[in-house]
Each structure stands twice: as C-alpha cells, then as structure tokens.
C-alpha cells in the first residue's frame, strides 16, 4: 500500500471511531491516560488542522497564526474531525506534497523530510484510533495492510521523536497480532490499566461493618465476606506468579484446590477492618511485583490455577477480570456499566473463546448475541435464536451474572454453563 493510501485508511479508521462515540461517552477515560475521549479527539483535530499550512512551507508561528483564523473547536467534535481530516488529506495528496526529501516541513523538533511527518502521522492515527474504540468499546480492527504499511517503520518513528512523546514500551508476545505489538511499542498496556482501575473500583465498594460484610453476594453460597476474601487471597496469589516470572522460580498460585478453598474460609472470619487491609495490602503488592518486572521477565511462562502455561502478561487481564466481575457480585450497586467498553469487549472475547473450547469444533453455533450500542455480533453453541442488547449486558449474561436481555420474540436469553 502507498503511504498516501495508508494515511487516508487510518484517516477513515479513525474517523469511524469518532462517529461512534455515543452522547455520554466523551468524557469515558481513554488508554492514553491523560485524557480522556474529548481530549483525544480534540488532539487528533488540531493535529490534522495544523497539516495544510505546514505542508505549505510555513514556520510553526505562521502556522499557528493560519490555524487559528480557523477559530476554536465548537461542541461538534465530529464535525470538527471530518474538517480537519479533509484538509490533511488533501495536503498530503496535493502533487508535490511528499517529493524527495528536500521537500521539508517546520515540527516541533525541527525542520524534518515530509515523508517522515506523514509517517509519525499515520503511527498516531493508528494508535489513536485503538485508544478511542478501546474507550468507547468499538476496538478498532484496522485492514491488515495498514499496520503492515506502518509496523515496521514504527520503531524508527519512536526513536525520533522527543523523550515523552510516547510512553516507555511494554512488553508484547513475539507471536502477538502486529497491531497489538505496534501499541506495545506505544506504551499501550490496557490490562494493567483495567487492573488500576477496577481495584479502585473494587476499594471503592469494599468498605462495609460486619454486618453488611455477612448479608448474601451475588453468588450463591457465598457471603460478601467470602467475595472479599478470595479478591484478597487471589491477588496473592497471582503475586506468587509475579515472583515466579522475576526469579524463574516455579511458584504456583495455590498448594492445591483445598488450600484455595481453606484460604476462603479463613478470611471470612476475619473482622471487617482486617479483611479490607488484608485486601487493599495484597492489591497494593501485586501491582508493585509487577510494576518491578523487566520486559524479559515479562514474557517468562507462568501456570495459572487452571493448569493453563501463559506469558506473565496475562496475569493483569487475569485481576482485571476477577476485581471488576467480582465488583458486581459483591451486590453494593456495581454493574457492567460501570466498566470501560474496551474491558467489557474483551471480557466477551475471552469469555466467548472459553465456551467454544468447551463445546468443541463441531458444535452448532447458532445462539446469536448483539451488542446494539457497538454493532458486534457474535455466535456461540445454544439453540438457534438472537438475543440483542447493550453490550454491558451482554457481557454480563455471558459472564453467568444477572442481565436484561431478552430473545426477539420477548423470551428470557437462553441460560448459559459456567465458563470458569
């Protein structure tokens, strides 16, 4: 693909993303931590206003004058994108644009070929569009020759570009989709950032005297006592995976299924106060072990209490999905909603993937559930009807945990097996 057609299908892939962003999720947090949706997009439109003078030959101050005769940013941000985009598009594409590498544009850093502007374009497009469909739920799949077009230059953008351009790289699998490598090199790390997030969260609801400690969770047989107390004693467990990772040394999560259960127990006897800083310690543990790991000790092999052999970066996803789902089930008023849409996709994801192993290659798939909010469809073994809603509660039903939806002809969703 020419760079051109590379720039204008990341333009487009982009652009998508932000017409999807629904009434209420402008202010929704974002990956790229220091902002949040309409921050993000603002940064991409003044970016894209600034190409046409720029590529006209002018200084950053003449720049800068031209684009604000443009005015400032109304309250259509999309609007305001599609502008923005027709004006870099055009420049780019005007002939002469990118000729030679005499032809040069004034950047913050200096005076730099135009081709190479046109790149560090892209790169941001690219990560860009994932940050805001990872925001609004909506992950961008982006046409395979795109991030082919801009892989390989990517490490060569970021070596360019001033210090704190881009947060430091985080580890990626070397067997990982190249998109997913390309946001590693980025700073892009969204499980750890769920982690931060729904512990948080988690904190936030955990704060309850023994007596509503002791009144029924949201699964059965269990206390919030019990919900608690496993939160606690899981996140050190999954610090016994962490050790392992930064020393090599095998260190499972749990002696065995009994000394699991046993450890459960135990805490429920704890007092209500022990049992918060027995949680918010062990929380606060984990994330410092990982928080220590280098790069390499990052994709050491660590076995998950399931017997599964996974990269240690799998243990972020793994708290994530425990704090925020147990979150909900610790019945103080949490729900699905209150979740980020990109953790809820990949919840369904990872949920959706668990049950077709489960049922085998050969098993019919004509169950089919549709996120209305995103337009995501997807299939899984079940009798042969649609079930549509709100991706929150898609997520939720998938999960096993109480939900709204409803088949088309107003039946209950069909009941679904345990995943875990």
Known sequence: MELIGTFLAAQAAFGDRVHAVGDNQWSLPTPDTEWDVSDLVRHLVEEHRWAGPLLTGLDLDAAAAAVAELGPLGPDLAGDWDQAA???????????????????????????????????????????????????????????DVVAAIFPLAQAIVDRTPPGMFAPAVPAGADAPPLDRLVALTGRFPARQWMRDGTALL?????????????????????????????????????????????????????????????????????????????????????????GLSAEQWRTEVKTAQGRLVPATVVPWIRSREVYVHAVDLATGVGFGDMPGGFLMALCEDVLGKRAAEAGARASRALVLVAEDTGHRWELAGPAVTVTGPLAEVAAYLAGRPHALRTAAGDPAPELAPWL
């Open 203 to 291: 904190l936030s609801q955990a704060d309850l005297d023994d007596g509503a400690l002791a009144a029924p969770s949201g699964l059965p047989g269990w206390s919030r006592k019990h919900v608690l107390a496993h939160l606690a004693a899981n996140a050190e467990a999954l610090g016994h995976l962490a050790h392992w990772a930064a020393t090599g040394e095998p260190t499972p999560m749990y002696a065995s299924a009994e000394d699991r259960a046993a450890g459960i127990e135990a805490g429920t006897r704890r007092s209500a106060a022990d049992l918060a800083a027995w949680l918010r310690d062990s929380s606060a543990a984990l994330a410092a072990a990982l928080d």
């Open 86 to 144: 027709a004006v870099s598009a055009k420049a780019f594409g005007a002939p002469g644009a990118l000729d030679g590498l005499d032809g040069s544009v004034a950047i913050t850093r200096g005076r730099v070929p135009a081709r190479e502007y046109l790149e560090e374009m892209i790169l941001d497009l690219v990560v860009h569009a994932w940050d805001l469909g990872m925001a609004i739920g909506q992950p961008v799949r982006l046409d395979e």
